[in-house]
């Protein structure tokens, strides 16, 4: 059973909101929606690599938080709620220096007010990369 807030959900319904954010910017495409998860590429080019030409700590974190917030908001009715981040930690497990990597976000927990979700980075050769779990308030918006 699917649990997004719109049943007929698909993936043009929302790759239109990483228009003009960092996402864009980093090169982030969202590329599969299952029942219970989101999963978006990030290259691992000039834009995500830190100094020593390996991918940036910061920029895995990005990919997490990108594919979590969205994830949480499509759970949402968004005429009445918006969802926005409250914590986020993530586990750097390997290196990656060329290529894509592919971040999966399901959640934890759904709730009223707060959603938990966890996020799997894995590299080309599907090695993960990085775990990383973001907490999400979810809002009443007012009218």
Same mark, same amino acid.
């Given at each position: 059973m699917a649990i997004w807030f719109k049943t007929d959900l698909q993936m043009n319904d929302f790759i239109h909101f990483g228009k003009n954010t960092?996402? &864009?910017?980093l090169g982030i495409e969202f590329v599969e929606l299952g029942d219970d998860y989101i999963k978006?590429?990030?290259p691992v080019d000039e834009r995500t690599k830190q100094p020593y030409g390996l991918? *940036?700590?910061g920029a895995s974190v990005v990919l997490a938080e990108t594919i979590g917030s969205i994830g949480a908001f499509l759970t949402v009715d968004? &005429?009445?709620f918006q969802c926005v981040g409250l914590e986020i930690n993530a586990n750097h497990i390997r290196s990656v220096k060329q290529g894509f990597v592919t971040g999966i976000a399901r959640p934890i927990h759904i709730g009223a007010t707060t959603q938990v979700w966890d996020i =799997?980075?894995?590299? &080309? =050769? &599907?090695?993960?990369?990085?775990?990383? =779990? *973001?907490t999400v308030a979810v809002i009443?918006?007012?009218h």
């Open positions: 960092m996402g &864009e910017f978006a590429t990030m991918l *940036h700590g968004p &005429e009445l =799997r980075i894995y590299d &080309e =050769r &599907e090695k993960l990369v990085c775990v990383s =779990r *973001h009443k918006k007012k």
